[in-house]
């Protein structure tokens, strides 16, 4: 039979080790969503505003951009390839390369937007990307592009 003593340790133990447990666990999925999503650097240029841009490459502080053909000061997408490289990057009217030049097919696809533009790998591909513009409500676009 256990005392009020031992009843009081194996308490205090089992909810300091609940605690423990609770305050790793969020921290072992934070560093495995993390690690899985920190492998590429899709996500590491970023064009918006008016020819303004920021690049995550070199890691901290980032590099500022200067060079998009951008001139709006809603929303906007951009992508990398997993290196880091840029690929494109949108406005919701236009889709520039990264050369800064207007891609085949990339002028006149909807209008300025305040948060519906994305830009997304199709799935099972490596070279084709949905761009993907909400104008308006409920209009929404989407135009795959090649990029070989």
């Not at 899709?42 to 920021?54: S, T």
Request: with cysteine; net charge positive.
């Amino acid at each position: 039979m256990c005392t009020g003593k031992h009843y009081l340790i194996k308490l205090i133990h089992r909810v300091s080790l609940r605690n423990i447990i609770s305050l790793i666990l969020p921290v072992l999925l934070l560093l495995l969503q993390l690690h899985v999503y920190g492998q590429g650097k899709e996500a590491n240029i970023w064009y918006f505003g008016y020819k303004a841009g920021i690049d995550f490459n070199s890691g901290s502080p980032p590099t500022m951009l200067l060079n998009s053909q951008m001139n709006a000061g809603l929303g906007s997408a951009s992508i990398a390839d997993s290196t880091g490289q840029l690929l494109f990057y949108s406005d919701g009217v236009t889709i520039w390369n990264k050369k800064h030049v207007t891609m085949q097919n990339g002028d006149d696809m909807g209008g300025l937007t305040t948060q519906g533009a994305m830009i997304v790998p199709q799935p099972g591909s490596t070279h084709l990307y949905i761009s993907l513009i909400l104008y308006g409500n409920p209009i929404f676009f989407n135009t795959i592009f090649n990029i070989l």
